[in-house]
């Protein structure tokens, strides 16, 4: 049983960890109440905004995990949000900016962590900005300032690469990628706890 769930969310007894009746994966069912509690892969938001003169705004990470590396503003989705508006909400949050959030640039899964991130193309409203409880830098930065040695995350650089290779054909498309392994040292984990050890 995932020791994270022990007990059911809505009447509070012990649950097993089984098949339901008419399902094919084992759930975390109430012993009581029959309640059956699913876990589903989360999803990420994000957005890479650009200023007009095709920079675009860069946040050191002020938290953990990834303490001091580099990504776009992007987190987990909010009930009741599009992805467009949880990424501009991560925009605000992470880097006090206003950006009108465009196209859907990228999805990337990530199964191995049970993750689905939408990235979008964004335009950044205003040079307003700054660092954040979450980000300890902002900044804009051109293609050839991007610390592509200090990237937070697997998923953050793919999404930087495609957004600059689409900018420099001249056409944008929206890319699937999936990262079904986890990367090799002296890359990270993607989430805190997990072995970075993988085939990839």
């Known amino acids: 049983m995932h020791a994270e769930i022990r007990y059911c969310n809505v009447c509070g007894q012990p649950v097993e960890f089984r098949i339901p009746p008419g399902d094919h994966l084992p759930r975390h069912v109430c012993t009581r109440c029959g309640h059956v509690q699913y876990r589903n892969p989360k999803v990420i938001v994000g957005v890479i905004p650009e200023w007009g003169d ?3 705004l860069m946040c050191r990470r002020n938290i953990e995990p990834r303490l001091g590396l580099w990504t776009f503003p992007a987190g987990f989705m909010e009930q009741g949000e599009t992805s467009a508006a949880g990424a501009a909400r991560e925009a605000r949050e992470e880097s006090r900016a206003e950006v009108e959030v465009g196209p859907l640039l990228m999805v ?5 962590v ?3 991130y939408m990235i979008h193309r964004g335009r950044l ?7 954040t409880p979450e980000s300890s830098e902002v900044v804009l930065m051109a293609e050839s300032e991007i610390p592509w040695d200090k990237i937070a995350f ?3 650089w793919h999404g930087l690469r495609a ?3 689409d900018r420099r054909r001249g056409v944008w498309t929206t890319h699937v990628l999936d990262l079904t392994q986890r990367p090799r040292p002296p890359r990270q984990a993607e989430v805190p706890g997990d072995d970075p050890v993988g085939d990839a």
């Open 125 to 131: 409203l205003s040079p307003h900005f700054g660092p």
């Open 54 to 56: 095709g920079r675009v």
């Open 154 to 156: 697997p998923t953050i």
């Open 114 to 116: 049970s993750q689905v």
């Open 108 to 112: 990337i899964n990530v199964p191995y």
């Open 163 to 165: 957004f600059f290779e």
